[in-house]
T-cell receptor
Framework: DAGVIQSPRHEVTEMGQEVTLRCKPI?????LFWYRQTMMRGLELLIY????????DSGMPEDRFSAKMPNASFSTLKIQPSEPRDSAVYFC??????????????FGEGSRLTVL | LAKTTQPISMDSYEGQEVNITCSHN???????ITWYQQFPSQGPRFIIQ???TKVTNEVASLFIPADRKSSTLSLPRVSLSDTAVYYC??????????????FGAGTQVVVTP
């Protein structure tokens, strides 16, 4: 398997623009997570899905952020409008159905977002 | 969710054993202890997980005392490529809330020749 695939790897945009980050989880994994990493705040959980259904979005910073999972093989994280403080590395991770695993998270390589 | 405390950084030389201790005083009965490793510009990678006593795999060992209020990740004979940030996570893997496990600040391990 190719692992978790994220795109774009790098994104530079201007304040006020819409940003869409994409994630393809590992095939067969039931859980999908979005994390954000900054020097100041470390690695923060934004939202996670189980079987395409959002389970917990309490980490989503504000209404400018939204995440969707229209099917088992694709998820998006959208920021509209973007602000400089959104600059960070955004990671997507997936995990198999819980009963058959230890809860191991498989991370993608991340999308580095810079908002000017 | 149990709060964890681990050193901010540790330095070591190649070939030495590195032990990183994580404190989790309010660990609950159903909580497991999981460690991840993160290299620069990469996502974290699962290293090891345990509940009690000792767990060993090809990468590391995890020592958990009887009271489970702390755990120690042991990296034997480190090399330069072991330079990374190591995260300790504690949480209940048996309920639906397992997905809310939070990564703390981690421990930056720097291995030098």
């Amino acid at each position: 398997d190719a692992g978790v695939i994220q795109s774009p790897r790098h994104e530079v945009t201007e304040m006020g623009q819409e940003v869409t980050l994409r994630c393809k989880p590992i095939s067969g994994h039931d859980y999908l997570f979005w994390y954000r990493q900054t020097m100041m705040r470390g690695l923060e959980l934004l939202i996670y899905f189980n079987n395409n259904v959002p389970i917990d979005d309490s980490g989503m910073p504000e209404d400018r952020f939204s995440a969707k999972m229209p099917n088992a093989s694709f998820s998006t994280l959208k920021i509209q409008p973007s602000e400089p403080r959104d600059s960070a590395v955004y990671f997507c991770a997936s995990s198999p159905e819980r009963r058959s695993n230890t809860g191991e998270l498989f991370f993608g390589e991340g999308s580095r977002l810079t908002v000017l | 969710l149990a709060k964890t405390t681990q050193p901010i950084s540790m330095d070591s030389y190649e070939g030495q054993e590195v032990n990183i201790t994580c404190s989790h005083n309010n660990i609950a009965t159903n909580d497991y202890i999981t460690w991840y490793q993160q290299f620069p510009s990469q996502g974290p990678r699962f290293i090891i997980q345990g509940y009690k006593t000792k767990v060993t795999n090809e990468v590391a060992s995890l020592f958990i005392p009887a009271d489970r209020k702390s755990s120690t990740l042991s990296l034997p004979r480190v090399s330069l490529s072991d330079t990374a940030v190591y995260y300790c996570l504690v949480g209940d893997m048996t309920t639906d809330s397992w997905g809310k496990l939070q990564f703390g600040a981690g421990t930056q391990v720097v291995v030098t020749p």
